[in-house]
T-cell receptor, first 114, second 112 residues
Framework: GNSVTQMEGPVTLSEEAFLTINCTYT??????LFWYVQYPGEGLQLLLK?????DKGSNKGFEATYRKETTSFHLEKGSVQVSDSAVYFC?????????????FGTGTKLQVIP | SAVISQKPSRDICQRGTSLTIQCQVD?????MFWYRQQPGQSLTLIAT?????????ESGFVIDKFPISRPNLTFSTLTVSNMSPEDSSIYLC?????????FGQGTRLTVV
C-alpha cells in the first residue's frame, strides 16, 4: 500500500536557523507529493506541492524537491521565523481530477523560538 | 480552488449521543472525503462519499458508527454515533481539485 514516513518531532529551532524535515514515501505508481501545514488552532493548508519527478515546490520560503530515485520529498527553509511554528504534514496522492484521496505522514511539530 | 465550510466548528458532547457534522462546498464535486485527526495524530481517511451512492468506508470504520449522507453535489454530512471519549478528534471534510485536495477548517469534537 501507500505510506508516508516523516521525521518525528517536535523540532525546536532558533529564529533564522535552517530547517529540514525529512519525508520519504512508498507508493504504487507515480504520486503527487504535498506538504500541508496546520497552524495552532487552525485548519489544514496546502504549503506546496510537486506533481512529477524533479519538480520543486516552493511557497513562503519553503522548498521541497520530488526525488523519485530516493522516494523523498524533504521540506527545507533557509531561515525560519517564529510565525512558522506549526505542524507540518507530508502527504501523497495517486488520484487525478476530483479523486484526491490523500495519505498523510504522522506530522512534525516545529517550534521556533526567538 | 474550492472553499469548504464545516459546521459546527467545535462541540462538546455527552457520551452516548450523536453529532452530525455538515460540509458545504462552493462548487459541484463528484467526490467528498471525510478524515479524522485524533489528538496529536495524523489524518486518517474515514470514507469517500459519492453523490447518489453509499459511501465507501476505509478499514476500521463502519457505517453504523459513521453514517454519511450525500444528498447533492455540494453538500455532505458525517454523523458520529453513540459517542465515547475515544471519538474526541478533529473531523475534516475534503474535496479534490485537479492536482490537490482542499480541506475544511475542521470540526473539533470533545466527548465527555
Amino acid at each position: 500500500g501507500n505510506s508516508v514516513t516523516q521525521m518525528e518531532g517536535p523540532v525546536t529551532l532558533s529564529e533564522e536557523a535552517f530547517l529540514t524535515i525529512n519525508c520519504t514515501y512508498t507508493a504504487t505508481g507515480y504520486p503527487s507529493l504535498f506538504w500541508y501545514v496546520q497552524y495552532p488552532g487552525e485548519g489544514l493548508q496546502l504549503l506546496l506541492k510537486a506533481t512529477k519527478a524533479d519538480d520543486k515546490g516552493s511557497n513562503k520560503g519553503f522548498e521541497a524537491t520530488y526525488r523519485k530515485e530516493t522516494t523523498s520529498f524533504h521540506l527545507e527553509k533557509g531561515s525560519v521565523q517564529v510565525s512558522d511554528s506549526a505542524v507540518y504534514f507530508c502527504a501523497l496522492n495517486l488520484g487525478a481530477g476530483g479523486y484526491q484521496k490523500v495519505t498523510f505522514g504522522t506530522g512534525t511539530k516545529l517550534q521556533v523560538i526567538p | 480552488s474550492a472553499v469548504i465550510s464545516q459546521k459546527p466548528s467545535r462541540d462538546i458532547c455527552q457520551r452516548g449521543t450523536s453529532l452530525t457534522i455538515q460540509c458545504q462546498v462552493d462548487s459541484q464535486v463528484t467526490m467528498m472525503f471525510w478524515y479524522r485527526q485524533q489528538p496529536g495524530q495524523s489524518l486518517t481517511l474515514i470514507a469517500t462519499a459519492n453523490q447518489g451512492s453509499e459511501a465507501t468506508y476505509e478499514s476500521g470504520f463502519v457505517i453504523d458508527k459513521f453514517p454519511i449522507s450525500r444528498p447533492n453535489l455540494t453538500f455532505s454530512t458525517l454523523t458520529v454515533s453513540n459517542m465515547s471519549p475515544e471519538d474526541s478528534s478533529i473531523y475534516l471534510c475534503s474535496v479534490g481539485g485537479d492536482t490537490e485536495a482542499f480541506f475544511g477548517q475542521g470540526t473539533r469534537l470533545t466527548v465527555v
